[in-house]
């Protein structure tokens, strides 16, 4: 059974870093996009990257490029999303979820439980 | 402000039919693949839709997806109450080369 299985609950404060994970269990992690999406509160999902574990190959959003680093370890089957320095505005919700079908990027089939995170002084 | 376009909200009453919208242009929807998610509030999304108007094993044929040049639509036919969530579009979209979802619809069951 295929299952993505994120890290938990974060509260940081404005200028502190930030790495969450999403773990891939029941399937051959290097093999498919990895992808995270974020969501504000009462806002709508947002589209920030995907990740292709076995090269490493990212891309990401305009919003986001620059702001967040994605990444990934094949050896522990485990992305990553890693902000360097907070801000207010970098709380919300964040969900990784694996795209559809292997080696393509063309709808997301399975989704981690969400990690909310929180940034305040 | 997101790329494609949804009814902000919508809502019907119980067995009745309700067709959720989502307008893009030539870049996204036009060009790519659509795939439609619910999303009851506190959950994770979860995917109904894929390449246009496929279901995944499991979800019921009450749902149904189509697309027409820039425009897809997700057609639910005798809603029940558990129907009751956030339904969210995705595209890729060529001009950012990254992916898109749409605002989302929030549905009401009444």
């Known amino acids: 059974e295929v299952q993505l299985v994120q890290s938990g609950a974060e509260v940081k404060k404005p200028g502190e870093s930030l790495k969450i994970s999403c773990q891939g269990f029941?399937?051959?992690?290097?093999?498919?996009?990895i992808g995270w999406v974020r969501q504000t509160p009462g806002k709508g999902l947002e589209w920030m990257g995907v990740?292709?574990?076995?090269?490493?190959?990212?891309k990401y959003s305009p919003s986001f490029r620059g702001q967040v680093t994605i990444s990934a370890d094949k050896s522990t089957n485990t992305a990553y999303l890693q902000w360097n320095s907070l801000k207010a505005s970098d709380s919300g919700m964040f969900y990784c979820?694996?795209?559809?079908?292997?080696?393509?990027?063309?709808?997301?089939?399975?989704w981690g439980q969400g990690t909310p995170v929180t940034v305040s002084s | 402000q997101s790329v494609l376009t949804q009814p902000p909200s919508m809502s019907a009453a119980p067995g009745q039919k309700v067709t959720i919208s989502c307008s893009g242009s030539?870049?996204?929807?036009?060009?790519?693949?659509v795939s439609w998610y619910q999303q009851v509030p506190g959950t994770a999304p979860k995917l109904l839709i894929y390449?246009?108007?496929r279901r995944p094993s499991g979800i019921p044929d009450r749902f149904s997806g189509s697309k027409s040049g820039a425009s897809a639509i997700l057609d639910i036919t005798g809603l029940q109450t558990g129907d009751g969530a956030n339904y969210y579009c995705?595209?890729?979209?060529?001009?950012?080369?990254?992916?898109?979802f749409g605002g989302g619809t929030k549905l009401t069951v009444l």
């Open positions: 030539n870049s996204n929807i036009g060009n790519n693949y």
């Open positions: 979820a694996r795209l559809s079908p292997s080696g393509a990027y063309r709808w997301f089939d399975y």
């Open positions: 029941g399937y051959r992690f290097g093999g498919w996009w």
């Open positions: 990740i292709y574990p076995d090269d490493s190959d990212t």
């Open positions: 995705l595209t890729w979209d060529d001009n950012f080369y990254a992916g898109v």
């Open positions: 390449d246009n108007d």
